[in-house]
């Protein structure tokens, strides 16, 4: 596993695990969300540290002086009501899939049509 398997969602879910042992009083004995993603992902530091960061510029997470108390911005919170719930969504009543054409590799619906000058 890599950075890139380390998911938005998952980081997410490691700053939820992290602020809800923390709780409202801001106890001293949590753990960072880092160490969730550690836990969850058997990644290194490097990794699950990159991935917040990749998170924080995607605009998921937010902080101050420091990226390991952050918090989940609403953009995050939108992603995670659409991971969990999709079919809540707009839009997303109904699924169809795209006709892929293997041998040309694309889209059937959408060929490319020659440019006449």
Known sequence: MSTKDVTDLMVI???????QERGPDWRNDYRWPYEHLMETTGECFKVCYRAMERAASRGFIDYGVSLRTGWVTDEGKTLEDQRKNPASQPG??????VAWDTERGQNKEHECKDIQD
Do not use: I, L, N, Q
């Open 92 to 97: 997303t009543d109904e699924v169809k899939p």
């Open 13 to 19: 879910e490691a700053y939820r695990r992290s602020e």
